[in-house]
Each structure stands twice: as C-alpha cells, then as structure tokens.
C-alpha cells in the first residue's frame, strides 16, 4: 500500500524541479538578451546625451538632459543625406533583384524538369560554401574590366542574386503542392503566370525572411563599398561614417557624434524589422516543414 502514497509523493517533486529548469532556462535567456541589447541601447542612448552625460563618472544611462546636438553636427560636418541616399539606393534595388531571381530560380530547381537541374543545384550548394571574402579579388577584377568602378552598378550587380538566397526560396517552393500547379497547367496557365500569381503569394513569409536577411546585409556592407568606389560621393553610409570616424578634425573627440551616426545606420534595418516581423516569424516557424 505504500506504492502509491510514493507515486504521489514523487508527482510534486517532478513538477517542481521542471518549474526550476523553467525558472533556469528563463533566467538564461534574459541573460543573454541583456548581453545582445546593452551595447544597442548604449549606442541609442548615448546619441541623445549631452557631452557633459557622455563624459560623466560614473556612468549615465539615461540622459539627464536630451539633446539632438550630435546629428545637427553630424549633418553640417558630414553631406549625411547623400550618402543615405546611396545605402537607400543599392539595399533597395538589391533585395528587389534577390526576391525576384532567387524566387525564379528557387521555383525552377523546385517545380521545373529540365537539363542540367541536379548539377545547377550542386553549383548553388557549392557556392554557400565559399567564403564571401574571397569573392573580393575576382568581382573586383571583374568589375574593373567591365568599366564600373565608381558606380551604382559596381555595388549592384555583385549582389543581384545569392546562393542562400536561391537555396532558402527553392526549400519553400518544393513545399507547393504539384497538384495545384498541375491543375493550373491543365486550366492553360503558363509557366509565368503560375509563377507570379500561384508560387509567389504561396510564399510570402520566404520572401520577407529573404527580403529582411538581404537588406540588412547589403545595408550593413562595408569592405566591398569601400573596396569598389574611390570617390566620396558614391560611399555608403557605413563607408561615409567610418572615413568621418577616423577624422579628427570632423569628429573633435566626440563620441556623441559618432554615436549619432552609428544610430542613423541602424534605424533603417530596424524599421524594416519591425514592418516585415509578422512573416519572418512565420518563415523562419515553417522553415523546415513541408
């Protein structure tokens, strides 16, 4: 009789140590949520601090006076609209050309018979494999040939189309069902029409994950801007904001402003964040199903 009384006794003692790996695991993460936002929130805060705030011991957090002072020296010292308009410029016209080659070519690896399919699949595979680095050299080179250096182009057309890209959009595509295609064949539908009406609503949270993944990543590009223009009115923002860093007759020692800039940098991806959330939660949740 005394099976029973430790069978209950045993059930308490379960759900209590998983409270506490629940309590441990919650504990953890906030940890480490702390960890990835502090230098964020530091970087934000210390853009609207007055330099007496900046310079305080010990440290301020929170401004105890708000001053947008930084940007109005970031923009007298720095043609601030330009390059933005330049970042703006080539992150748009590069996540546009990635969410439209990548899909057709996702599409075609995923729905289409046609000569050479495996090996162009097995090219792509490759290609996630090399490092984007040592890409520089040869689209560099092939850039030069091509009298681009200097030029939007020169930022663009490296950048129109990548293997993660392809790759992401083609595990999504093979999750559409052949027989709705099929049925839209047999209904006279062609190949573009089935692709741009059919595929392409289907896929919506691929496309903003590719569209967020992309946009921060051609916005945040820093070696090859640097690497493909010479003159100062094609930089980029990250390209404009690192030469005026390492300035000392436009920065005089101050943080404040570099901390301003570094803000302006970082607004935009979170905008674009915060817009696209709802269907980058939804592809990244569905990522590997099918």
């Not at 062609?190 to 051609?218: C, D, H, N, Y």
């Not at 923002?237 to 943080?255: E, M």
Request: net charge positive; glycine share 6%.
């Amino acid at each position: 009789m005394t099976a029973p009384a430790n069978a209950s006794d045993s059930a308490p003692r379960l759900h209590q140590g998983e409270a506490t790996r629940r309590r441990l695991l919650l504990a953890v993460l906030w940890a480490g949520m702390i960890v990835m936002i502090a230098p964020f929130l530091w970087m934000a805060l210390s853009a609207f601090k007055s330099e007496k705030d900046l310079g305080a011991s010990p440290t301020v957090w929170i401004p105890d006076e708000w001053t947008l002072i930084h940007f109005e020296k970031l923009v007298k010292l720095l043609d601030i609209g330009a390059h933005f308009f330049n970042s703006t410029l080539v992150a748009v016209v590069v996540t546009v050309c990635n969410l439209v080659f990548c899909s057709m070519l996702g599409y075609a690896l995923a729905k289409l018979n046609f000569a050479g399919k495996r090996p162009v699949f097995a090219l792509v595979m490759c290609a996630l494999m090399v490092p984007g680095n040592l890409m520089l050299m040869p689209m560099f080179v092939m850039v030069s040939k091509m009298g681009l250096i200097d030029s939007y182009a020169a930022l663009i057309l490296p950048f129109a189309a990548g293997a993660f890209g392809v790759f992401l959009m083609r595990q999504f595509m093979t999750a559409i069902p052949d027989e709705l295609l099929e049925a839209a064949r047999i209904d006279g539908a062609g190949e573009w029409f089935i692709f741009w009406r059919i595929a392409m609503p289907l896929v919506k949270p691929a496309l903003a994950t590719l569209a967020i993944f992309t946009f921060l990543q051609s916005w945040n590009n820093f070696l090859w801007p640097l690497v493909a223009t010479n003159d100062a009115d094609k930089y980029t923002l990250p390209v404009a904001l690192a030469t005026f860093a390492i300035d000392p007759t436009k920065t005089n020692g101050s943080n404040g402003v570099l901390m301003a800039g570094a803000f302006l940098v970082v607004l935009p991806v979170l905008l674009v964040f915060i817009l696209l959330q709802r269907y980058f939660t939804q592809g990244i949740a569905t990522a590997g199903l099918k």
